[in-house]
């Protein structure tokens, strides 16, 4: 079966859909984007991804490109047409195709993408080991609470991981606390159980995965702060662990050349885990 591509307002087959070369998004990275995770043919936590996306747009001032509405039905087509049962959505949207130049064009419209297409989840081997993640400076800029699709930090700090046999990098501010992973928000558990991951503020993505653990954690009644921690606290914690769409909560085990906790995937992390597999499957 070949894959289809929704592209500024046609399905186009995948290996031939393409925007214009003076899209802003290819010259300046001028656009945002969202990854929806797919279950059983029905989108996770979709309206919390538009609420986001909305956010993303605003911050930029880029108008959208069609309403909510049509966009439901454009994101259920593109897991239609390419019979996505467990897999992501990935949409971008850009401010459109314009001669270069720095400022606003005036007349531009923005260009929506959207693609689907299946993936397996994280193999759970994976979480039952647990993974382990190095530490780099953030060298991000100061608004990356905006799902911006320039990534390139991001891109080299996953390959550093990747180099240094890690899953994923934990970046670390000036002040020494850790901000987020390259896709990824991070958190940890103290000595007296106490869950931590950082406020969402400006320094981080306000994950929607983050969100969903959130609530949780709220529900299930467990100790919680949202706060900035240090990596020395980090590698002292007991246990450790990661949220993204695309991973759903993965122990970490190992930060730098420090084993975290036993060296193993600890219990609230297991559970959490648990909890949130079971809000993914509440989906389908
Ligand atoms: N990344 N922080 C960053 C920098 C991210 O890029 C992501 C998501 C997250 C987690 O957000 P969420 O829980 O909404 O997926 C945190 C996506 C999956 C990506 O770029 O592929």
């Not at 031939?16 to 290819?26: K, W």
């Not at 993408?113 to 989840?121: E, L």
């Not at 503020?201 to 702060?225: Q, W």
Request: aromatic content about 6%; charged content about 25%; proline content about 4%.
């Amino acid at each position: 079966m070949s894959r289809v591509a929704y592209v500024d307002g046609q399905y186009l087959p995948h290996r031939s859909a393409a925007v214009h070369i003076e899209d802003r998004g290819y010259q300046f990275a001028d656009g945002v984007y969202e990854v929806l995770a797919v279950t059983g043919g029905r989108l996770v936590d979709e309206e919390s991804h538009l609420i986001r996306l909305a956010k993303s747009l605003s911050e930029l001032r880029i108008a959208a490109p069609m309403s909510n509405s049509a966009l439901r039905i454009v994101m259920r087509e593109a897991i239609r047409r390419n019979r996505v049962r467990e897999g992501i959505l990935y949409l971008q949207v850009t401010r459109g195709a314009a001669r270069r130049e720095h400022a606003f064009p005036k007349a531009a419209q923005p260009v929506l993408v959207v693609t689907s297409r299946h993936t397996r989840r994280t193999d759970p081997q994976i979480a039952e080991r647990g993974i382990a993640v190095v530490t780099i400076p953030d060298i991000r800029w100061q608004r990356c609470d905006i799902k911006s699709i320039a990534l390139l930090p991001n891109v080299l700090g996953k390959q550093l991981a990747r180099d240094a046999g890690a899953f994923e990098a934990w970046q670390v501010d000036r002040e020494g606390f850790v901000t987020e992973g390259t896709s990824t928000n991070a958190w940890i558990v103290a000595a007296d159980r106490t869950v931590m991951t950082r406020r969402a503020d400006t320094a981080i993505l306000n994950g929607v995965t983050r969100l969903a653990v959130l609530e949780i954690i709220a529900r299930d009644g467990y100790r919680f702060v949202e706060r900035a921690f240090s990596v020395a606290e980090a590698k002292a914690a007991s246990e450790a662990f990661l949220t993204s769409t695309t991973v759903d909560l993965l122990p970490v085990v190992r930060i730098d050349d420090a084993p975290v906790g036993t060296g193993m995937p600890g219990p609230l992390a297991r559970k959490l885990r648990e909890g949130y597999l079971a809000h993914v499957t509440e989906a389908a």
